[in-house]
C-alpha cells in the first residue's frame, strides 16, 4: 500500500511497463536463480500488490560432515539498518507505513533428516514489529517472515527500541536449518 503500490500500479496499469520488469524488481542479484509461476495481482486502488513466485536456487546449500545447513533467509530486509543515536539527532520520517511478508516452502524431496530447525522469534514494539516462524510437517518446512512498520515518524526516544529489533532480525537471520543426507 502506500507510495509502493501507487508507484507499482501505475507501471503495472501502463502499456509500456511489463511482467519482465516488475521480475527484476524481485530478483536476488544471483545467476542461479530461477523464477517460476511467476503472478501478480491489482488489488483495489490504495490496497495492495500482491506478488507470488516459485525460483529455484541451485548450489545454495552448504555441507559438510553428510550434513547439509541451508539458510532460507534469502531477502534480508532491514538487515543491519541500525540508527546511529550519536549522530542522528532528528526523527525519522518513512514514506508509508508498511507490511513485508515472505512465505518459503522447503520441500524435502529425498527423505533428509531434519536435525535442527531454528526457533521462532518475534519483537513487537509500538511502530513496528517482526515475526519468523518454522513450521515442520511431514515433507516440508514452512518459514514466514512478517515485517511491520506501522509509523511514519520514529521519535528519536523510540531509536534504541529500532536498534534492538534490527539486531534481534540481524541474528535471525544467520539461522540455519540442518539436514542429515539419506
Known sequence: SGYFYEVNAHRLQ????????????????NNKLSINNFRYKLNSPKACI???????LSNYVQEFNNEV????HLIKNLDNELIDVQKRKEDFGENYKYILKDNIVLELV?????????????????GFSFEITYLHEDKKIEINKVIKINHL???????????????????????????KKN
Not at 500482491?50 to 529455484?56: A, K, L, S, T
Not at 545447513?69 to 532460507?72: A, K, L, Q, R
Open 153 to 179: 515518524l520514529l521519535k528519536t526516544t523510540d531509536f534504541d527500541k529500532w536498534n534492538k529489533m534490527v539486531n534481534e532480525l540481524s541474528k535471525a537471520y544467520s539461522n540455519v536449518i540442518v539436514f
Open 110 to 126: 529425498n527423505n533428509e533428516k531434519v536435525i535442527s530447525i531454528p526457533e521462532n522469534i518475534s519483537l513487537k514494539e509500538d
Open 50 to 56: 500482491n506478488v507470488n513466485y516459485d525460483f529455484e
Open 14 to 29: 501502463n502499456e509500456n511497463w511489463s511482467e519482465a520488469a516488475l521480475k527484476e524488481n524481485i530478483e536476488i542479484g
Open 69 to 72: 545447513y541451508f539458510n532460507p
